[in-house]
């Protein structure tokens, strides 16, 4: 399973940036999908994530970090086998490394979690 992060870069204050992430390879079913993020000098830490569960409103289960609710939205596309991740009113405080992570069934395979390479977001004051 492989994840290939994009969408990453440098924005003011106030600003959005929209973070995509697409798994390939031999898949057989992917269950959560989410964001991660990691400031330096600080542990990594979950943003938000979504189920393959549908919830009212035909969207998956998702969570939220306390300081994404409300700013960040999770989405994703079952049939891309990609998780989104759209940010607004950005403040210098979410500049981290931003890594997708699945936890999928690859083909002939075993559960696991499978982690793309991450996105730097850098937010300027």
């Known amino acids: 399973v492989r994840l290939v992060e994009s969408g990453g870069g440098l924005v003011q204050a106030g600003g959005s940036l929209r973070l995509s992430c697409t798994a390939s390879g031999n898949i057989a079913m992917i269950n959560i999908m989410g964001w991660y993020r990691q400031a330096p000098g600080k542990q990594r830490e979950s943003v938000a994530t979504?189920?393959?569960?549908?919830?009212?409103?035909?969207?998956?289960?998702?969570t939220y970090s306390d300081s994404a609710k409300g700013r960040f939205t999770v989405s994703r596309d079952r049939a891309k086998n990609a998780v989104y991740l759209e940010m607004n009113h950005l403040t210098p405080e979410d500049t981290a490394v931003y890594y997708c992570k699945v936890y999928a069934l690859p083909t002939g395979g075993g559960w696991g979690d499978y982690w793309g390479q991450g996105t730097q977001v850098t937010v300027s004051s």
């Open positions: 979504i189920s393959n569960i549908v919830a009212s409103g035909g969207v998956g289960v998702t």
